[in-house]
């Protein structure tokens, strides 16, 4: 098994408190899946908005993210599968804001001495 | 030449990827994999002197890359389940002994096409892989071919490599549910491989043919491997019916010919033959994709005595049900062409402005070439004079420029 992590992304300032009904159901629908899959899901996390970021970039600190852009990222969490394909598989149920997306990065395993 | 280096030299053209797609079963990892078949094929070289070209060299050189392999992964071995591997997918009947792996041979090939041409790697990532892995063509032959430099091209399949291994992109035939999809993605970059080699605007000679030789090889590969599945016969079908027309595409001085200005006679009678019986199989099934729907569309055109004879209202409709399963604006295009031959260049013209002002084909050469011959042919010659120079201006070689240029002296 490899871990992923699985970035969501949405337009900006990406406010959890933002979110719609729709948008609630749809996480429920999404957590239910994963459980009937037996999927492992670790540090599911939403981030305030990006407008509570404050980056430091070569000691000097500036307020916001540190990559100007439409998207921020909006959450996280972990993912253990067998391949990229079965993390994908997951990765496509995770419901995103419209103009949002996702972004699967697998884990880096340092090599053993 | 010596006989044996040109036994190794066929060997390496026929077998690299049946040896390689073993020997990655084993390595579990592609680079390894990659060097002990390197390695194998230069024991190859000094083996075959002493004693001969074995029966199936194929399989000589697999057991001889997958011993090496074997040996590193077992000089590895403290850290072995730490190196970035390949993902089998049942890990059960992986088998790491050489005994238990030294006399069947599992063809893997078909594994090693879909890890190459996987969505997750980028379309240029797609075809750099495919070529070295799968044909086995050197770094520096890739690059010539796309135009890049050997370093660049380094770079690119090596972080390709790396994706495979550290996102763990599975050593896999895809499951039935995504393999319409996913062989749509080979079948694309084969095809990609192909018109590269036909049309390159530039470039080494003896390179663009190896590439459609290759494009060959790989489609017929495929319909040996996969048998069953028609757009792989559409897509055989199509290259070979293009292809039979290779002679005739640039008259002496390499200026492009028109379809109707081919010499017909010239035609590779027996390529067109075998594409039109592969077509009409394509066909039968009901619901045929887009690679088998263009095949029929060229194999029309291939089969027709005269350009005057070519089945046009019957081309129409495989266009219309091409746009259906690929509403592509370039086969809007190319219907928009054949609906000028059966209702005149009024209608085809009406059909290219709609195209043109959706936006999509800014900048694709052949909107603007098409235009302007559609305002010629309706002899005005002022919209036609502009349509041709903003041809000129995407023009990608000489032999268009100088068709395109010729054209707009006709109309000036």
Same mark, same amino acid.
């Given at each position: 098994?490899?871990?992923?992590?699985?970035?969501?992304?949405?337009?900006?300032?990406?406010?959890?408190?933002?979110?719609?009904?729709?948008?609630?159901?749809?996480?429920?629908?999404?957590?239910?899946?994963?459980?009937?899959?037996?999927?492992?899901?670790?540090?599911?996390?939403?981030?305030?908005?990006?407008?509570?970021?404050?980056?430091?970039?070569?000691?000097?600190?500036?307020?916001?993210?540190?990559?100007?852009?439409?998207?921020?990222?909006?959450?996280?969490?972990?993912?253990?599968?067998?391949?990229?394909?079965?993390?994908?598989?997951?990765?496509?149920?995770?419901?995103?804001?419209?103009?949002?997306?996702?972004?699967?990065?697998?884990?880096?395993?340092?090599?053993?001495? | 030449?010596?006989?044996?280096?040109?036994?190794?030299?066929?060997?390496?053209?026929?077998?690299?990827?049946?040896?390689?797609?073993?020997?990655?079963?084993?390595?579990?990892?592609?680079?390894?994999?990659?060097?002990?078949?390197?390695?194998?094929?230069?024991?190859?070289?000094?083996?075959?002197?002493?004693?001969?070209?074995?029966?199936?060299?194929?399989?000589?050189?697999?057991?001889?890359?997958?011993?090496?392999?074997?040996?590193?992964?077992?000089?590895?071995?403290?850290?072995?389940?730490?190196?970035?591997?390949?993902?089998?997918?049942?890990?059960?009947?992986?088998?790491?002994?050489?005994?238990?792996?030294?006399?069947?041979?599992?063809?893997?090939?078909?594994?090693?096409?879909?890890?190459?041409?996987?969505?997750?790697?980028?379309?240029?990532?797609?075809?750099?892989?495919?070529?070295?892995?799968?044909?086995?063509?050197?770094?520096?032959?890739?690059?010539?071919?796309?135009?890049?430099?050997?370093?660049?091209?380094?770079?690119?399949?090596?972080?390709?490599?790396?994706?495979?291994?550290?996102?763990?992109?599975?050593?896999?035939?895809?499951?039935?549910?995504?393999?319409?999809?996913?062989?749509?993605?080979?079948?694309?970059?084969?095809?990609?491989?192909?018109?590269?080699?036909?049309?390159?605007?530039?470039?080494?000679?003896?390179?663009?043919?190896?590439?459609?030789?290759?494009?060959?090889?790989?489609?017929?590969?495929?319909?040996?491997?996969?048998?069953?599945?028609?757009?792989?016969?559409?897509?055989?079908?199509?290259?070979?019916?293009?292809?039979?027309?290779?002679?005739?595409?640039?008259?002496?001085?390499?200026?492009?010919?028109?379809?109707?200005?081919?010499?017909?006679?010239?035609?590779?009678?027996?390529?067109?033959?075998?594409?039109?019986? /592969?077509?009409?199989?394509? @066909? *039968?099934?009901?619901?045929?994709?887009?690679? =088998? +729907?263009?095949? !029929? %569309? &060229?194999?029309?055109?291939?089969?027709?005595?005269?350009?005057?004879?070519?089945?046009?209202?019957?081309?129409?409709? /495989?266009?219309?049900?091409? @746009? *259906?399963?690929?509403?592509?604006?370039?086969? =809007? +295009?190319?219907? !928009? %062409? &054949?609906?000028?031959?059966?209702?005149?260049?009024?209608?085809?013209?009406?059909?290219?402005?709609?195209?043109?002002?959706?936006?999509?084909?800014?900048?694709?050469?052949?909107?603007?070439?098409?235009? =302007?011959?559609?305002?010629?042919?309706?002899?005005?010659?002022?919209?036609?004079?502009?349509?041709?120079?903003?041809?000129?201006?995407?023009?990608?070689?000489?032999?268009?420029?100088?068709?395109?240029?010729?054209?707009?002296?006709?109309?000036?």
């Amino acid at each position: 098994m490899a871990q992923y992590a699985i970035l969501l992304y949405s337009p900006a300032p990406a406010d959890p408190m933002d979110i719609t009904e729709a948008e609630l159901a749809a996480h429920e629908v999404f957590n239910k899946e994963i459980e009937k899959r037996g999927t492992q899901i670790l540090y599911p996390q939403a981030l305030q908005p990006s407008t509570t970021a404050t980056s430091l970039r070569g000691g000097a600190i500036t307020d916001g993210p540190f990559i100007e852009s439409k998207e921020v990222l909006a959450g996280f969490f972990l993912l253990e599968a067998k391949d990229l394909d079965e993390a994908l598989e997951i990765a496509k149920l995770v419901p995103t804001s419209p103009g949002g997306g996702v972004e699967v990065r697998p884990i880096f395993e340092p090599p053993a001495e | 030449m010596t006989p044996i280096e040109r036994a190794v030299a066929d060997t390496h053209r026929r077998e690299w990827a049946f040896v390689l797609a073993a020997t990655a079963r084993v390595a579990r990892d592609m680079d390894l994999a990659e060097e002990c078949v390197q390695e194998a094929y230069a024991t190859a070289l000094q083996v075959w002197e002493r004693d001969g070209i074995p029966n199936n060299p194929g399989a000589w050189l697999t057991t001889v890359a997958k011993r090496t392999a074997l040996d590193a992964l077992r000089r590895q071995n403290v850290f072995r389940s730490k190196l970035p591997l390949l993902v089998e997918p049942d890990e059960a009947d992986m088998n790491y002994s050489a005994e238990s792996t030294g006399d069947v041979i599992p063809d893997d090939r078909l594994r090693l096409i879909f890890t190459c041409c996987h969505p997750a790697l980028s379309g240029e990532a797609q075809i750099a892989l495919t070529l070295r892995l799968v044909c086995g063509v050197s770094t520096a032959d890739i690059a010539q071919a796309f135009l890049v430099s050997e370093a660049t091209m380094a770079a690119r399949v090596t972080r390709a490599k790396k994706k495979i291994s550290a996102a763990r992109i599975a050593y896999r035939v895809p499951a039935a549910e995504e393999l319409p999809d996913r062989l749509d993605a080979v079948l694309t970059v084969i095809h990609l491989l192909f018109t590269t080699g036909y049309t390159a605007p530039s470039g080494d000679q003896l390179v663009r043919a190896d590439l459609v030789q290759r494009a060959l090889d790989l489609t017929r590969m495929l319909r040996d491997l996969m048998p069953d599945e028609r757009e792989v016969w559409g897509l055989l079908a199509l290259l070979l019916v293009t292809h039979a027309r290779r002679e005739t595409r640039t008259d002496a001085e390499g200026r492009l010919l028109l379809l109707e200005e081919q010499d017909r006679t010239a035609w590779d009678q027996e390529a067109i033959e075998e594409g039109h019986r /592969l077509v009409l199989d394509a @066909l *039968r099934g009901g619901n045929p994709g887009r690679f =088998a +729907l263009q095949a !029929a %569309i &060229a194999a029309l055109h291939a089969t027709a005595k005269k350009y005057e004879d070519t089945d046009w209202p019957q081309i129409i409709t /495989l266009y219309d049900a091409l @746009l *259906r399963v690929w509403p592509s604006p370039v086969v =809007a +295009l190319n219907r !928009a %062409i &054949a609906l000028t031959m059966v209702f005149g260049p009024e209608a085809g013209l009406t059909e290219i402005e709609e195209l043109e002002s959706d936006g999509r084909l800014e900048g694709y050469r052949y909107l603007p070439a098409t235009k =302007a011959d559609l305002l010629r042919r309706l002899d005005r010659k002022e919209e036609a004079a502009n349509a041709y120079k903003a041809a000129i201006a995407l023009a990608e070689n000489e032999a268009e420029r100088a068709f395109l240029t010729q054209r707009l002296a006709e109309v000036s």
